[in-house]
């Protein structure tokens, strides 16, 4: 879901090793303390090989599993005023409180689906305050901000019909969830970010936060609108997040960090409503105030997250601060200087044949372009986009497939043959050769069924297909939702500054990294996450120091043979 003069969708339907290095002046024969010099073969001294024995063991540090120093988060996207760190890490001292860092993969619940007929959304809960509280957020690649429902709150629900359990009952009325309200005052580790704050001078600045001077307690405010005409309204405040954390000897931890948040005391239009409500919103989008932002600036997780999110009804999935590792993964560059997940769409083609697109639909401006989404269901596709697409669609189905009216004035079909016989694959093809493949079940949804009767014995029933590509019209935007990001492993790189993905079952174990680099902690991530590390970063520092080694040692030789 996109904010402020963006847009806020609901769906309108009910590694291998470095190669071995090779040296011309010196090498060492392993087993005899020798060493071969300028061709002439010496004897090595045994306290030197014992002094480089030595340094190898400080440079590698312990073996116990430990995982590399905090990383630094590196962004190209400009910056106004003083960074985030520096002030999130001024407040952690004036506050006097400590931070948990997480030693291992830090991993969020997912719950919910695609499927815009059952729940239409995918969401998970965080923890957050002392003692701690569990709310139930939307997870949400297209927005910055957590922000979570407080008390008192005008509008905002108290129940929901996202029901963990009973997600086949939601359309029949089926048993209601309680929804969490954070009380500040009832945390003793809450502080109310104020006007005066540097922090959130910082966010005012980056268009996250209003201030008005004289206002109660003097707040660091926001208020969120998005297009669908409902909207937020609330105030920051500083208090701790508690973190699912998993290390390599697979064992849960307690951790937690302090962070930056929303507390909503204000609601209005979907988000008033009970049905699908939710107790607030997780962004992973860019800018400062995101969790990841804000987490990897800190050093407790690494500048990436990822996420694979199970299409079946039963929806679920996996989301972890870390790096998806897939053969397979496509990756395109992020379009710079943009607040959201842009990218460069470049051309689409149906059943492989390209379609003829004038290319200033794909051009990226702050009016036009093509976003990664995960809060929004659908797919929303540029206005002149949409119009070909659809027009090569309708010219490349089956002869089985009937369109049928519906009360909605959405477009859908019925078919006596398989969906892939009876439509057509698209495919979406992006800078730097990447490409996303539109099956038909990526881009149609089951509303439901035809029962058509020979005679009272006998009755046929047809699925009902509908149109999961939406026209937006007069706009030059198109928005990549759940729809289509469903069953693939999808990588948000923000220290690479790009997006990848590949289809996926997404309730098979994964392989994620926690580290940005080229030395990578490896991780086993199933339904209950197992780890196992790598050796990698063992292996490189010592190759390095063995190399350093050698240099000097060959510096030493060469001046007792002269």
């Given at each position: ?88 890490a001024r407040d952690r001292a004036r506050h006097g409180r400590s931070l948990l860092a997480a030693s291992g993969l830090v991993n969020f619940p997912v719950e919910g689906s695609s499927n815009p007929f059952t729940v239409g959304l995918y969401y998970t809960h965080v923890k957050l305050g002392n003692p701690a509280k569990e709310y139930y957020v939307q997870i949400d690649t297209g927005s910055d901000v957590l922000w979570v429902t407080c008390n008192p709150c005008d509008g905002c629900p108290t ?404």
């Amino acid at each position: 879901m996109l904010p402020n003069c963006s847009w806020r969708w609901h769906n309108p339907l009910p590694s291998s090793p470095p190669p071995p290095l090779r040296w011309a002046a010196a090498s060492y024969r392993p087993g005899g303390g020798r060493m071969a010099v300028g061709g002439r073969e010496m004897r090595v001294p045994q306290v030197i090989l014992l002094f480089a024995a030595a340094v190898a063991l400080v440079a590698v540090g312990p073996m116990d599993g430990a995982f590399p120093a905090r990383l630094k988060l590196l962004r190209s996207l400009p910056h106004r005023g003083v960074h985030l760190g520096h002030l999130l890490a001024r407040d952690r001292a004036r506050h006097g409180r400590s931070l948990l860092a997480a030693s291992g993969l830090v991993n969020f619940p997912v719950e919910g689906s695609s499927n815009p007929f059952t729940v239409g959304l995918y969401y998970t809960h965080v923890k957050l305050g002392n003692p701690a509280k569990e709310y139930y957020v939307q997870i949400d690649t297209g927005s910055d901000v957590l922000w979570v429902t407080c008390n008192p709150c005008d509008g905002c629900p108290t129940s929901s019909g996202l029901d963990v359990d009973c997600m086949h009952e939601l359309s029949f009325g089926g048993m209601q969830i309680q929804l969490g309200f954070y009380e500040p005052d009832k945390s003793s580790t809450s502080s109310v970010i104020t006007c005066f704050d540097e922090l959130c001078t910082s966010a005012v600045q980056n268009g996250e936060a209003f201030c008005s001077i004289g206002s109660s307690g003097n707040a660091c405010s926001y208020s969120f609108q998005y297009g669908d005409g409902s909207g937020t309204a609330g105030f920051y405040v500083h208090d701790i997040m508690h973190l699912d954390t998993v290390t390599a000897n697979s064992e849960s931890l307690n951790s937690s960090a302090q962070i930056v948040f929303g507390c909503s005391n204000s609601q209005t239009g979907d988000l008033s409503k009970s049905d699908k409500a939710v107790g607030g919103i997780l962004g992973f989008g860019q800018n400062g105030l995101s969790v990841i932002s804000q987490l990897s600036a800190m050093g407790v997780a690494p500048p990436v997250f990822s996420h694979c999110l199970k299409g079946s009804d039963n929806g679920g999935g996996i989301l972890v601060l870390g790096e998806i590792l897939a053969p397979g993964i496509a990756y395109t560059p992020l379009v710079p200087a943009q607040p959201h997940y842009n990218v460069f769409l470049e051309s689409i083609a149906v059943n492989d044949q390209p379609l003829s697109i004038d290319q200033s639909a794909f051009t990226t401006t702050n009016l036009q372009g093509t976003i990664v989404d995960s809060g929004t269901t659908l797919v929303y596709l540029a206005e002149q986009i949409y119009v070909t697409l659809i027009n090569a669609m309708h010219g490349s189905v089956s002869s089985s497939v009937r369109s049928i009216p519906t009360d909605s004035g959405n477009e859908c079909f019925i078919t006596s043959s398989s969906l892939d016989e009876s439509f057509p694959s698209i495919t979406l093809n992006f800078k730097g050769g990447a490409s996303m493949l539109l099956t038909p079940e990526d881009y149609l949804l089951k509303q439901g069924i035809v029962v058509s009767s020979i005679d009272f014995d006998v009755q046929d029933y047809t699925d009902i297909w509908c149109l999961g590509l939406q026209n937006n019209h007069g706009s030059g935007v198109t928005i990549l939702g759940d729809l289509v990001l469903k069953d693939k492993i999808v990588v948000y790189d923000l220290a690479n500054q790009r997006v990848g993905w590949r289809s996926y079952d997404c309730s098979q174990s994964v392989n994620v990294s926690i580290s940005s680099g080229k030395n990578q902690d490896r991780f086993l991530n199933a339904s209950q996450i197992v780890i196992s590390q790598s050796s990698q970063i063992i292996y490189d520092k010592l190759l390095w120091t063995m190399t350093g080694f050698v240099l000097v040692y060959t510096l030493f030789a060469n001046r007792l043979l002269r």
